[in-house]
């Protein structure tokens, strides 16, 4: 019986008391919870609006520099998990500001990070070497050990949503982290090298991928909407993701990296998806448009720069109000490596 409340008897729990001082305990108290039927999670569905979180962040543009606080970001913690600094179990998600004339420091760590641009217009990421200008839409890929740094020459805020695999490589005791000696590193290859190596369905001849992760450190929106719009002008919907397109490692057919996956989906207006669950707990940032996400009997009604999470294995719908954009992020990567990703479409 998996009954968390049973009381053992008296003899039982003496018995328990006397392992437990040379560390043992008797797994027929916990097998059902241990190892469960189904997915089991304490991370909630829950949103962040933009319009909330914004002045915040500004505020905290005001209380300390991008360079004094290496990376001025406010954690979005999934309320199901407080003290623990994860969106989902295995995920980390931040809302990075980098304010005109500012410098996030260039390092390194094992942690892989993803970026996806909310506000503002031309700051860069330095990745080994290489810049790129961000616009909102982008996805920015930071591959693990990579040294990378911000910079904002532009003459607004910048704001993105940074997505780590953080708690993953905490679970498996794995970080390791380096400060470059310099804020902002040398640029040894001009803007757009990497797009024209790795980004134009070409692959330089005898370019062999070193890791799992993409080459492609830039995937600009204004590639990524005209690829939506074509494909909704020209055929159906499915009826679980409407028009849903997956960032792809051009090297391997794989996702962008070892561990984490992106995602994009086109929701025509009035589109109601059918109910859909998959075990790789979500966090979707909406691109454009409005409407709402029925998710473990709750309602999250979004709309452009929103935030939100739908837990592993949770039922879930999406209702488009207007013609949406929504972006996602999750471990499938991961998952599917360890064999361990399932999905479920009801009718
Ligand atoms: O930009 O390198 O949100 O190292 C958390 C840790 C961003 C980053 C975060 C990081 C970064």
């Known amino acids: 019986m998996a009954d ?38 304490p991370v909630k569905p829950h949103l962040w ?5 914004r002045p915040y962040l500004m505020e ?10 290496e990376r001025r970001v406010l954690i979005l913690e999934n309320p199901g998990l407080p003290g623990k600094a994860s969106v989902t179990h295995s995920l ?16 390194r760590h094992t942690q892989t990070a993803l970026r996806f641009i909310l506000e503002g217009c031309d700051a860069f990421t330095a990745v080994d070497g290489e810049r790129t200008l961000m616009r909102p839409g982008d996805l920015v890929i930071t591959p693990s ?20 695999d953080i708690p993953l490589v905490g679970f498996f005791d794995a970080s390791f982290a380096e400060a470059a000696n310099a804020d902002s590193q040398e640029v040894s290859r001009p803007l757009g090298d990497s797009t024209a190596r790795y980004a134009s ?39 679980h993701h409407g028009y849903k397109m997956r960032y792809v490692n051009p090297a391997s057919g794989g996702h962008v990296t070892p561990t984490i996956s992106a995602f994009v989906q ?23 448009g409005e409407g709402r996400t029925v998710v473990g009997g709750q309602t999250l009604s979004w709309k452009p720069r929103d935030v939100f999470v739908v837990p592993s294995w949770a ?10 954009v929504l972006f996602s992020f999750s471990d499938r990567s991961a998952q599917e490596k360890l064999g361990l990703w399932r999905e479920r479409r009801a009718a």
């Open 266 to 288: 086109l929701l025509p207006q009035g589109f109601a998806s059918a109910p859909y669950r998959s075990t790789d707990g979500t966090v979707y940032s909406v691109v454009e």
């Open 315 to 324: 039922e879930h719908v999406h209702h488009a109000t207007s013609e949406a």
């Open 92 to 107: 980390y998600a931040g809302l990075q500001l980098v304010l005109p004339g500012e410098v996030a420091p260039g390092h």
């Open 4 to 41: 968390d409340a049973r009381i053992p008897a008296p003899e039982r729990a003496a018995f328990y008391d006397r392992i437990g001082a040379h560390s043992m305990a008797p797994l027929w108290e916990s097998l059902h919870v241990l190892v469960s039927k189904q997915p089991v999670t």
């Open 60 to 69: 905290a543009g005001g209380l300390i520099t991008a360079k004094e606080a």
């Open 201 to 239: 369905n070409l692959l330089p001849v005898d370019w062999k991928p070193a890791t799992q992760n993409s080459p492609i450190f830039n995937y600009p929106y204004a590639r990524t909407r005209e690829a939506l719009t074509t494909l909704a002008a020209n055929g159906d919907p499915d009826p």
């Open 49 to 53: 609006s933009y319009d909330q979180v």
């Open 145 to 164: 050990w990579t040294w990378h740094d911000h910079g904002n020459d532009s003459d607004r805020p910048m704001v993105w949503l940074d997505a780590l």
